[in-house]
Nanobody, 121 residues
Framework: QVQLAESGGGLVQPGGSLKLSCAAS????????MAWHRQAPGKERELVAR???????NYLDSVKGRFAISRDNAKNTVYLQMNSLKPEDTAVYYC???????????????WGQGTQVTVSS
């Protein structure tokens, strides 16, 4: 059974930094796309950043130049380095991954449980 476990959230002052991690575990053959999403209170979930197996990336416009997504394929882990944080970045952050797993193998999306990021003075 595949699981995603996030870590690294917390409370930070405006202008500060946080680094989120999300590790996939279980019987995994390959992880294709990995991504971070967020959902603020009263708002819809939005895609923050995405990274392919080949390390191509794309970002939500409002985080470009401040956030950086990366991955370690050997560790089945995706990271989100968040710099110059703003109060409007406050949200629950979720990771997702498109993973091939199982016997016989199949490919589907998996989601983490979410980690709270609060940007406040």
């Amino acid at each position: 059974q595949v699981q995603l476990a996030e870590s690294g959230g917390g409370l930070v002052q405006p202008g500060g930094s946080l680094k989120l991690s999300c590790a996939a575990s279980g019987t995994i053959f390959r992880i294709y796309e990995m991504a971070w999403h967020r959902q603020a209170p009263g708002k819809e979930r939005e895609l923050v950043a995405r990274i392919t197996y080949g390390l191509s990336t794309n970002y939500l416009d409002s985080v470009k130049g401040r956030f950086a997504i990366s991955r370690d394929n050997a560790k089945n882990t995706v990271y989100l380095q968040m710099n110059s944080l703003k109060p409007e970045d406050t949200a629950v952050y979720y990771c997702s991954a498109l993973i091939e797993s199982g016997y016989p193998s199949y490919t589907r999306d998996y989601w983490g449980q979410g980690t709270q990021v609060t940007v406040s003075s």
